[in-house]
């Protein structure tokens, strides 16, 4: 089951840190506006170019397409319960599946308009799509009980489909492709265990090169622009999984949470892992190779979630792109600009509880997988009230002492750095009792 976490407002958070509990050891996150509603009411996949961000929806038998700022540029409709979609490689078509009309549409980015449709058999019902060597991969349904991989050759002048003649999936395939691997489809089960598979494509059929019964119901899987792994999202884990491509063995784990939905990454490698959450966080930042998270997102409207495959990268990695869907029923779009800057935890300590009329010392440490300036201080706030600020030293400590009024009797300590051109905010918050 999945968890759905309540939060008032519109609002996209924007630091690192968890809200503590009274008396306890905890951080909280600084915010800023964001958020914008769409004029869809479905989802099934963000994707994102230089100019533009896609969104299939449907439910709403289209795709919308915004610009980096979230403004809608035009709404495709008519596209027949639109899904899976990707992008040729100089963006100027973008393909999207149809099944409700067993095709796959065929759209010219520069004007969005759909210019041919490509059909794919009666009852495919094609869902994910990628393109490797020339041609466009689209797992669809066999049989009644079967789905495959079936292939579209681009390069002929009239384009000739070619379904799988031995199905071994049992729900539609996510299909994922790089250029780093440019002979190379990966396939993951979506909906049964029957695993994930890198075929080599090369040779103009699908000849299986690794295969791992290790994962099973993939909501979201990208393979890294060097070609030399695949990263999925496994909804029932709480961690997403890195895959070496040459034989599916697990090279690492990103400790993510629950539950794993999406997957993106930019052109460097840079990866942004989404998960539905029931805690504090939606989107864990990771550079390429390592597994500390240099930067975490929170996307807090009321009632709200981030969607299965619903993150998407700028290419050069300057803007990430997420998509959440409130109770509400309409789908939001959230930009986040400064990406590239690192998450700012704050950590506080103080005692439970405190004689009334006597100082109480509040400790803590700022930290972040970038180092911070040499000099820095941090705002503090009692209950609202401005205190002094307090000098950080260079190990990230500081402490300050406060006395309260003595009808204060439960005061909430509040510490802010402010952030700075590597950092992006972040404050704690911890309370205590004075007890006469």
Known sequence: MRLRRRAAGVVLILAAASFPLLGAPGTAAAQAQGGIVLPVRSHWQTLADSRQVYLSAPGDDAVLATDHDGQVVKKVEGLDGARGMTESADESTLYVALPDADAISVI??????????????????????????GRLFFGYQATDFDAGIGSVTLTD???TVALDTSPVWYGKPRLASSPGAPD??????????LGMRVYDVSSGTLRETAYSDAIADVEDV?????????????????????????????????????YPNSVALDSHGT??????????????????????????????????????RGVAWAPDGNRLFATRFPYSGEVVLDVITDIAKASSTITLSAPPTNPVGTPVTVTGKLTSLVAFPKHKTVTVT???????????????????????????????YTVTYAGDA????????VMVEFVS
């Open 108 to 133: 010219d980015t520069a004007t969005l308009t759909e210019t041919r449709r490509i059909p794919t058999g009666a009852g495919t019902a094609p869902e994910s799509l990628a393109l490797v060597g």
């Open 157 to 159: 002048a009239t384009p």
């Open 184 to 193: 190379r489809l990966v396939a993951a089960e979506s909906q049964g265990a």
């Open 222 to 258: 990208a393979v890294t622009p060097d070609g030399s792994s695949v990263i999925t999202a496994n909804g029932s884990n709480y961690y997403h999984q890195r895959w070496r491509l040459s034989d599916l063995t697990e090279e690492a784990r990103y400790e993510t949470g629950p």
């Open 271 to 308: 990866l942004a892992a989404g998960i539905v959450a029931g805690g504090d966080w939606d989107l864990y930042v990771y550079r390429p190779g390592e597994t500390d998270a240099y930067r975490t997102v929170a996307l807090s409207p009321g009632y709200a979630d981030l969607v299965d």
């Open 382 to 412: 009692r209950s609202g009230v401005a205190l002094p600020d307090v000098k950080v030293a260079r190990d990230g400590t500081f402490r300050f002492t406060d006395t309260p009024p003595d009808w204060n009797t439960y005061p909430q």
């Open 422 to 429: 590597r950092h992006v905010s972040g404050s704690g918050t």
